[in-house]
C-alpha cells in the first residue's frame, strides 16, 4: 500500500514569496490533515478536510494561507504572501475517517524555509 | 484548551534497557484518545501507540507499553529492551472524542547508547 506523497520535499523562497505544497493522501482515505511543525515544537493542525469539505480551519493563519482538496483527493496548501515565521516543516497525513478511532498516517513532510 | 506536556526534552537508554518517556495533559473532557507518536531524523511520523480514555487497560504493542492514569492525567510510554531503531522523537498527543483537534506535545529526543 502506497504511503501519504508530499512535494517537494525542501523549499527555499524569500519574503513575501509565495509557495504551494501538494499532498496525495492513502487511496481511500476521505480524511485529510495538513500540519505544520516548528523547529522543536510538536505538529500544529492548520487544516482538516473530509472528502473536498472543510472540517476544521480554526487555526489556518486565513490572510496568508489557503488550502483546498478540489475533488477530494490531492491537496494543495499555499502560502501568500510568506513570512520568516513560516519556516517550518510541513506535514500532511490522512485518515480513513474523522474520527480519532482512525489511524493518522503521516507522509514526509515539505521542510520550508523563508530567508 | 487543552495541553500536552513532556517534561523530557532528551532522554537516552542503553541497547537491551527499558526507558520510560513522560506526558501529561489538561482537559475537561471525559472522552478522549492518546497517543504517542515515533518520528525518526527522516521525519515520517508513525504512530506507536494508542489510548482510548474509556478503557481502563493499559495498551500494549509488543515491547511499548503505557501507563495512563486518567485522574493524574498522565500517560507514559515505557520502551523495553530497546533497540537501535527506537532512537527517535517521541510525541505524545491527544484528541478528544468530540472535537477534531489533535494536541501534540513538544517531545522527547530518545537516543540508544549501543
Known amino acids: 500500500e502506497a504511503g501519504v506523497a508530499q512535494s517537494p520535499r525542501y523549499k527555499i523562497i524569500e519574503k513575501r514569496q509565495s509557495v504551494a505544497f501538494w499532498c496525495n493522501p492513502i487511496?481511500?482515505?476521505?480524511?485529510l490533515y495538513w500540519y505544520q511543525q516548528i523547529l522543536g515544537q510538536g505538529p500544529k493542525l492548520l487544516i482538516q478536510?473530509?472528502?473536498?469539505?472543510?472540517?476544521?480551519d480554526s487555526q489556518l493563519p486565513k490572510d496568508r494561507f489557503s488550502a483546498e482538496r478540489l475533488k477530494g483527493v490531492d491537496s494543495t496548501l499555499k502560502i501568500q504572501p510568506a513570512k520568516l515565521e513560516d519556516s517550518a516543516v510541513y506535514l500532511c497525513?490522512?485518515?480513513?475517517?474523522?474520527?480519532?478511532?482512525?489511524?493518522?498516517?503521516f507522509g514526509p513532510g515539505t521542510r520550508l524555509t523563508v530567508t | 484548551a487543552q495541553t500536552v506536556t513532556q517534561s523530557q526534552p532528551e532522554m537516552s537508554v542503553q541497547e537491551a534497557e527499558t526507558v520510560t518517556l513522560s506526558c501529561t495533559y489538561d482537559?475537561?473532557?471525559?472522552?478522549?484518545?492518546l497517543f504517542w507518536y515515533k518520528q525518526p531524523p527522516s521525519r515520517q511520523m508513525i504512530l506507536v501507540i494508542r489510548q482510548e480514555a474509556y478503557k481502563q487497560q493499559n495498551a500494549t504493542e509488543n515491547r511499548f507499553s503505557v501507563n495512563f492514569q486518567k485522574a493524574a492525567k498522565s500517560f507514559s510510554l515505557k520502551i523495553s529492551d530497546s533497540q537501535l531503531g527506537d532512537a527517535a522523537m517521541y510525541f505524545c498527543a491527544y484528541r478528544g472524542n468530540t472535537g477534531n483537534q489533535f494536541y501534540f506535545g513538544t517531545g522527547t529526543s530518545l537516543t540508544v547508547i549501543p
Open positions: 487511496s481511500g482515505h476521505a480524511t
Open positions: 497525513a490522512s485518515s480513513f475517517a474523522p474520527s480519532a478511532y482512525y489511524e493518522q498516517y
Open positions: 478536510f473530509q472528502n473536498n469539505g472543510v472540517v476544521d
Open positions: 482537559t475537561s473532557e471525559s472522552d478522549y484518545y
